[in-house]
Every structure is written in structure tokens, then in C-alpha cells.
């Protein structure tokens, strides 16, 4: 994949190449999206707009510390759609992880979740994201123990995972609304880099053959249900909904 490769650490080690080497990344001097390696993370910029400033994640400060601190916790509407309750709490596949906040959000309450992305930008970020966290004094412990990253495309991993998941959580890139033209800045940078998710409707079969409970499905409250299957089952929130569908159960 082409992107401006930039290094601001001023070191001169040639972390910026083994790290292109890696997620199979070439350096395309006039690509609009740039991936920048800052001294503190790597972050993503659009270049035509630079007012939007940088994206990356973290999982250690900023909203998501927030969030984990004074959040609802199982409280959550993620949390509740997966189904957490007393003590079960999901094995999940997180198939389009995006920024991984949803992901973090449920292994912050005790679930073991791996994170599917098959952009290798979006996958940089979030190893970048995952290598700090789990090197943080608070929260390296569980994260490494409950949330892994594995780089592959979800329409094939759906059908390889093993173990299965008793969960699927699938939140797809769905267009805007023309009148939220102005959508805040992240997605506007992250839109630019992976645009909509056109073979989302591809993932839910897959999905409920790999789940063994229920998959998840996460869209804006004006989207129609992925693949246009209805569903009874939804938590509605402010904004959104979560779809919900059930699994396929373990045969003995």
C-alpha cells in the first residue's frame, strides 16, 4: 500500500523502514495520507487537511483513559450488547476494529477480545497503540492478556479463527449523511484513508456461522441492517443501534 512515509523522531535508527517493511507500506512522496512517527507515537495525517491534525491510538491517556476511569463500564451499550451479565463475560471478535476503542472498551471489563484490521495503516496505529499500552504500569498487564491484534482481511479470517468466538462485533464503515458534512475530524481523515466499507454486507453470514452466542452489529441510527436483514433484537442509544443476531451454537 502507497502512503508518505514521515519521520520526525530525529533519530536515526531506521524505525520508520522496518516499520513500512512490515506492514507492506511504500513511500509515495505526493499520496494526500501520511503516516508520521512522532517521538511519542505513530499518527496518521491528511495532508490537503492539515488543520484536522493527526490521528492515533491510545490506549493509556486522553478519551480512552477517560472513558475506562468514568465510563459506564459493563454499563456501556457495547458492553450490553454483547451480552455481559454477572459473571460471563464474551470471548469476542472484533472484526472491523478501526481505532480499537470499542475493543478496548470491552476488555477494559474483563474480556478476552481479538481485534481484526485488515488496512495495514489502521493496523500500524494499532500495534503502535497496543505496544504502548502494554507496556503501561496501570494497564499493560490485562490488556496483553485480553486484547490482540491479528492483521488479516475479516471476510477470510471470519471462516479460519480458532478458537470461536462466542461473539462477533462488526462495526462497518457506513457513509454520512450530506447535511454531517462536517463530521468530526477523525473520521474524516480515517474516511479518507479506508472509505466505506462496500463488502460490509459480506460479513454477517460468515459472522453468525463463527460466533457461537450472537454477533453484534453496530450502524448509525439512519442505516438500514447490514445485508438488509431485520433483526428484533437492537440496544438503541443516541445515535446509533446495535443489531443483534444470534450465533451459531457449538455442536458436541
Known sequence: MQICLMDETGATDGALSVLAARWGLEHDEDNPMALVLTPQHLELHKRDEPKLGGIFVDFVGGAMAHRRKFGGGRGEAVAKAVGIKGDYLPDVVDATAGLGRDAFVLASVGCRVRMLERNPVVAALLDDGLTRGYA???????????????????LT???????????????????HRQKSALV??????????????????????????????????????YAPPLADVATP????????????????PLTE
Open 136 to 154: 503501561d504500569a496501570d494497564i499493560g498487564g490485562w490488556l496483553q492478556e485480553r486484547l490482540q491484534l491479528i492483521h488479516a482481511s475479516s
Open 157 to 175: 479470517a471470519l471462516t479460519d479463527i480458532t478458537p470461536r468466538p462466542q461473539v462477533v462485533y462488526l462495526d462497518p464503515m457506513f457513509p
Open 184 to 221: 468530526k475530524k477523525e473520521m474524516r481523515v480515517f474516511q479518507s484513508l479506508v472509505g466505506p466499507d462496500l463488502d460490509a454486507d459480506g460479513l454477517l453470514e460468515p459472522a453468525r456461522q463463527l460466533a457461537t452466542k450472537r454477533v453484534v452489529v453496530k450502524r448509525p441510527d
Open 233 to 248: 433484537n437492537a440496544i438503541v442509544t443516541k445515535g446509533h443501534r446495535f443489531d443483534i443476531y444470534a450465533g451459531t
